[in-house]
C-alpha cells in the first residue's frame, strides 16, 4: 500500500469531482491503469474500499481520480471522499490493469467511452501530450447530457477526432445524439481492418458490444475492454 494525502478536488463537470492525492513514495503507473482508495471509517455494508481508474497522466505530480456523485451523494464511502479536507490521509493500492495503450505507436485506435469510461483514455491522452508521442486516436465519446462531459476543453483541444453523443441533448448543442450502439460506432468510425478499439463504460454496455462486435468481422482480439460496474447504460 502507498500512504498519501489528500490534497484538492476540482469539478470536471455536473456531479462529477476530479481528486488529486500526494503520495509519500512517486506511484509508477501505466496510463489507464487503476488503483484501490482505503478510507477508514464507520461504513455502511459497502466497506472503506474503491476501485477507481486514475484519470491522470503518470507524469503528473499528484495522483488523481475522478468519480461521478448520485444525488444525495450515496454510500458513506463516497460521503467521506466529498467532504476530505486537504492533508487528509488516507491508502492507495499499487497501480494494476492493462486498459492500456499498445506498445506499437503506428496502431490506429478507436476509442468508446460511455460516462465515466472517459477516465482511463483521459489519462492515456494527458500522458500523450505530456510526452509529445503521436498516435492517431478517434474518441467517441456518449453521455445522458452535454452536463456530464466531463474534461471537454481538454479533449477539444487534444491532438484527436472528437464524436460526442449525446442521449438527450438540448436544443443548442449541435453533436450526434441518441443511443451508443455497435452499429453506431462503425457508422462513425468505419472499420479499416487494423485499428484497436478500446471500450470503457457501464459494465453491461461493454459486455454488450464485446459479444455483438464480432458479429461485425471485428474479432475479440482487436478488442481492449475497461468495466465500471454500477453505472447507467449509455
Do not use: C
Not at 17 to 40: D, M, N
Not at 164 to 173: C, F, H, L, N, V
Amino acid at each position: 500500500m502507498i500512504d498519501a494525502i489528500f490534497d484538492h478536488a476540482e469539478d470536471v463537470a455536473r456531479n462529477i469531482k476530479t481528486f488529486w492525492f500526494e503520495p509519500k513514495r512517486p506511484v509508477r503507473f501505466i496510463a489507464g491503469q487503476f488503483t484501490e482508495i482505503h478510507l477508514p471509517h464507520a461504513a455502511d455494508d459497502r466497506g472503506i474500499r474503491r476501485w477507481f481508474t486514475i484519470s491522470s497522466s503518470p507524469t503528473a505530480a499528484l495522483v488523481g481520480i475522478t468519480t461521478k456523485f448520485a444525488s444525495p451523494a450515496g454510500s458513506s464511502f463516497k460521503q467521506l471522499l466529498s467532504d476530505l479536507k486537504p492533508g487528509a490521509p488516507l491508502k492507495l493500492a499499487e497501480p494494476m490493469g492493462d486498459f492500456v495503450l499498445p506498445k506499437d505507436p503506428t496502431i490506429p485506435l478507436v476509442f468508446v467511452a460511455g460516462g465515466m469510461g472517459i477516465t482511463p483514455m483521459h489519462s492515456m491522452l494527458q500522458w500523450l501530450q505530456s510526452t509529445g508521442e503521436q498516435r492517431t486516436i478517434h474518441l467517441i465519446y456518449a453521455a445522458a447530457n452535454t452536463d456530464e462531459l466531463a474534461f471537454l476543453p481538454f479533449l477539444q483541444r487534444a491532438n484527436i477526432k472528437l464524436t460526442t453523443i449525446i442521449k438527450t441533448p438540448g436544443a443548442e448543442y449541435q453533436g450526434e445524439s441518441g443511443s451508443l450502439s455497435t452499429e453506431r460506432i462503425l457508422q462513425l468510425a468505419p472499420d479499416d481492418g487494423k485499428s484497436l478499439i478500446y471500450l470503457a463504460g457501464p459494465e453491461s454496455m461493454v459486455e454488450t458490444f464485446f459479444k455483438e462486435f464480432p458479429q461485425k468481422g471485428i474479432m475479440q482480439e482487436r478488442l481492449v475492454t475497461d468495466y465500471f460496474p454500477g453505472y447507467q447504460q449509455f
